[in-house]
């Protein structure tokens, strides 16, 4: 497979070369959850949507635990081919696997065991809560088919190729649609052929359009000089490399739980304001992801670039990549926030005819627009030290801006201010730029003092 050239080519042609296919492929993953809010929302109940949205957290934390892993093998892999080192990359992978095999396992036992009790404690509504439990206990069970399919694609970013998880993401939209009214309805082309499966439908057409995904990917890879160096016994546990990994993808992964615990705090004080709220505080939330694909995309373009190049000890390129990459993210993240502002009732429309929780999105949206161009300022500094090979950092600064910076912005408007669900947002917002301004000024004198 031809692959670009991660530390000779130009950076904006290399941002234009990883990004873009990577922001495509991510629009269709986030149109893919858009469209299971949709279904589940028109074709099912306003209940199970937002029994749909209530999930995020904990849908999050497999998420975030295979994001983890993802960037630790994309950064290690990244380094090793960037130092010649292609069959110390190919055992990286393998190792990977293995420890996603081992992980999807406990996190379906701990999930099926514990899940409901969690979901409980976001909202009590004994509806909601069989409906998120029916949902999430298919995507507990299918853990590891979603953590082996994040794995093969960062072995594949880590080359530089995005191209063919693109790919996969297109093609598993339009499977999407297909299958989730003939698994919700039990019907096709209006002939009953198996008993209606509601909501727990929309969960088993993720995980099989997921485990496609993961076969094609591992012919793809099957292409590349990561196969060409492969021994049987890669595939067996080796506690160094299995070390190495953890080293990178544990603080990673932890981060992003952050996101899930954050998520976990805002739909708490959501909660306070009724399931309209719920609603349209998740569907706008899942509408909002659509619009941060570029920024995405570019992340992901910075932790490959950043990561050869630290191989290759080019380290001039680190800094240049950071400072492009702001830039860029920037100049992106202002237009995509007029857009958003200007878009946000009529997104809401597409899930909901019901005022209020279209009241309830739309005010969230059209307020943290104005937060939309400090994005780039946590997005790119977590890439470039992912890409340096340290994602402690990135878990601190996690841990701040999704845990301790809520609890603290919101209990105080709520107790001093107004407890008010529009109040809340704009806290939040106005926090977020003075914590992205300071961020982006530390991991700046951060990079220059470690190159």
Known sequence: MKRINLIEDNIYNLFWKIALPSSIGTIFQNLYSLVDAIFAGRMISETALAAIGQTFPIYFIIIAVGIGLSIATTSIIANAIGAKKISKASQIFCQSLVIACFVGIIISVFGISFGPSILNSINNDQETLKLSSDYMKIIYLGSVVILLLMISNSCLAALGDTKSYRNVLIFSFFLNIILNPILISGKFFGYEVFDPLGISGIAIATIFSQFIGFLYLLYRISKTEIYSHFNNKYLLPKLREITEISIQGIPASIGLMM?????????????????????????????????????????????????????????????????????????????????????????????????????????????????????????????????????????????????????????????????????????????????????????????????
Request: glycine share 6%; net charge positive.
């Open 259 to 451: 996101i899930a615990l954050g998520s976990y705090i805002l739909l708490y004080f959501v909660s306070y304001y009724g399931n309209d709220a719920i609603a349209g505080f998740a569907s706008a939330g899942r509408y909002e992801q659509l619009l941060f694909l570029p920024l995405l995309g570019l992340s992901t373009a910075v932790t490959s670039i950043v990561g050869q190049n630290l191989g290759a000890n080019k380290t001039h390129r680190i800094l240049e990549t950071y400072t492009k990459a702001i830039k860029t993210g920037v100049i992106i993240l202002t237009v995509v926030a007029f857009f958003l502002f200007f878009s946000a009732e009529l997104s809401m429309r597409l899930f909901t005819d019901d005022k209020e929780v279209i009241f309830y999105g739309s005010m969230y949206l059209k307020i943290w627009a104005f937060g939309f161009p400090a994005f780039p300022l946590f997005f790119i500094p977590n890439a470039t030290f992912q890409g340096l090979k340290m994602a402690i950092i990135v878990m601190y600064m996690a841990i701040l801006r999704f845990v301790l910076t809520p609890i603290i912005v919101v209990t105080i408007i709520n107790n001093f201010i107004k407890e008010d669900y529009i109040y809340m947002f704009i806290g939040l917002t106005a926090i977020h730029w003075v914590v992205g301004v300071i961020y982006y000024r530390y991991s700046l004198y951060k990079i220059k003092k470690l190159i």
